[in-house]
């Protein structure tokens, strides 16, 4: 078990993953760690749909310590 004090990146990979990004925050949402002190990282590359906008979008209703969103 990690210090209770960890902080946490979690990098993620998206290509044209719009349908799955309502799941994926969710999950995030459910995750017990304590928000404050993790950090997604979103690197999104090359999508033939909405995928940045929406990450965009929900983002900024997020309350992590800090979230990273990468365009290629």
């Known amino acids: 078990m990690p210090p209770s004090n960890a902080k946490v990146l979690i990098l993620t990979p ?11 925050f969710a999950g995030l949402d459910r995750l017990t760690y304590p928000r404050g002190l993790l950090s997604p990282g979103i690197l999104e590359s090359d999508s033939t749909d909405d995928t940045f906008a929406h990450i965009e ?4 209703t997020e309350s992590f310590r800090r979230t990273i969103v990468v365009k290629k």
């Open 14 to 24: 998206v290509k044209s993953a719009q349908r799955y990004l309502d799941g994926y």
């Open 57 to 60: 979008r929900r983002v900024k």
